[in-house]
């Protein structure tokens, strides 16, 4: 079982060198911190990344910090009772961060992965997803969907390699789309 002990949580760079959230956890096995993915552009019906701003969301966690030092985590199931807790007040950034961090806990403290802690059903690793069609402010149309990416499922490919060929075929397909667009435009 995971006890909390200590909440902490600050801004790092992304890969955009732009404000991301990590998040901090100490507990009775370890530390263990994760970050939320910064996205260029959100989709129409995606959660605010932080609910004022990010140092709120940081301040905020450091108010609920003693709170979880009751908490006790076992399974996957039990981050409904920390997202109870806190879903009101931090932004989907800053709860996707905090729950990563919770899970890689939970994994290390029953010598799993985290997709195992997931789908305890599940015989073997998830299958791969390739973006297949961008939208949102990745799309180069004028008139583009609202949803902000099509994802590929490679369930017919036998193995993890070919589907990671495929992904860099459609990356490189994209590619040339864009310089021959920027060529003869």
Same mark, same amino acid.
């Given at each position: 079982?995971?006890?909390?002990?200590?909440?902490?949580?600050?801004?790092?760079?992304?890969?955009?060198?732009?404000?991301?959230? !990590?998040?901090?956890?100490?507990?009775?096995?370890?530390?263990? !911190?994760? !970050?939320?993915?910064?996205?260029?552009?959100?989709?129409?019906?995606?959660?605010?990344?932080?609910?004022?701003?990010?140092?709120?969301?940081?301040?905020?966690?450091?108010? #609920?910090?003693?709170?979880? *030092?009751?908490?006790?985590?076992?399974?996957? *199931?039990?981050?409904?009772?920390v997202e109870d807790i806190i879903k009101d007040t931090v932004g989907a950034n800053t709860l996707f961060a905090f729950e990563s961090a919770?899970?890689?806990?939970?994994?290390?403290?029953?010598?799993?992965?985290?997709?195992?802690?997931?789908?305890?059903?599940?015989?073997? #690793?998830?299958?791969?997803?390739?973006?297949?069609?961008?939208?949102?402010?990745? *799309?180069?149309?004028?008139?583009?969907?609202? #949803?902000?990416?099509?994802?590929?499922?490679?369930?017919?490919?036998?193995?993890?390699?070919?589907g990671f060929s495929f992904c860099t075929w459609m990356f490189f397909e994209k590619l040339l789309f864009i310089l021959l667009h920027l060529?003869? !435009?």
């Amino acid at each position: 079982m995971v006890v909390i002990k200590r909440v902490s949580a600050k801004t790092i760079p992304d890969t955009r060198n732009e404000k991301t959230i !990590s998040v901090s956890l100490i507990t009775n096995i370890g530390e263990f !911190s994760a !970050s939320a993915p910064n996205g260029k552009s959100r989709g129409k019906y995606e959660n605010d990344p932080y609910k004022k701003n990010i140092e709120s969301d940081i301040k905020k966690l450091k108010d #609920f910090s003693d709170y979880f *030092s009751d908490e006790k985590l076992e399974e996957f *199931s039990d981050l409904t009772r920390v997202e109870d807790i806190i879903k009101d007040t931090v932004g989907a950034n800053t709860l996707f961060a905090f729950e990563s961090a919770v899970l890689k806990a939970i994994a290390k403290e029953q010598k799993k992965e985290i997709w195992q802690l997931v789908n305890p059903h599940a015989k073997k #690793f998830p299958r791969l997803l390739g973006n297949a069609i961008e939208g949102g402010k990745h *799309s180069h149309a004028d008139k583009h969907p609202d #949803f902000q990416e099509f994802l590929q499922e490679f369930s017919r490919l036998r193995k993890h390699e070919r589907g990671f060929s495929f992904c860099t075929w459609m990356f490189f397909e994209k590619l040339l789309f864009i310089l021959l667009h920027l060529l003869f !435009s």
